[in-house]
């Protein structure tokens, strides 16, 4: 089974910018369609991006559209998820997630302990 490593977090001003990762170990992280999730307090956890087995397919919350890019490589077994014009309502906890369901944005298996991004106006 897939383990997994978020990393990259932290305080940054409104309008800046933040790179996520997210570390899995195992060679079975090619197969999977992966996927960024966050959890912002007194909130349930909701979806931000998923990207499939290839990097050919993308998909995106409709709040971070145009301002956050999902992208994997296959051959340090990570995925990252670039995260610019930062707003503080993007405070939340973020998780990364293996097995996410493209076409619902549901998560599917294993998840990352998260990584915390706070967002100051």
């Known amino acids: 089974q897939v383990q997994l490593v978020e990393s990259g977090g932290g305080l940054v001003q409104a309008g800046g910018s933040l790179r996520l990762s997210c570390a899995a170990s195992?060679?079975?992280?090619?197969?999977?369609?992966m996927g960024w999730f966050r959890q912002a307090p007194g909130k349930e956890r909701e979806f931000v991006a998923a990207?499939?087995?290839?990097?050919?397919?993308?998909n995106y919350a409709d709040s971070v559209k145009g301002r956050f890019t999902i992208s994997r490589d296959t051959a340090k077994n990570t995925m990252y998820l670039q995260m610019n014009s930062l707003k503080p309502e993007d405070t939340a906890v973020y998780y990364c997630?293996?097995?996410?369901?493209?076409?619902?944005?549901?998560?599917?298996?294993?998840w990352g302990q998260g990584t915390q991004v706070t967002v100051s106006s």
């Open positions: 990207i499939n087995w290839s990097g050919s397919s993308t």
């Open positions: 195992g060679r079975a992280f090619i197969r999977y369609t």
């Open positions: 997630n293996a097995g996410v369901t493209m076409s619902s944005m549901k998560p599917g298996g294993p």
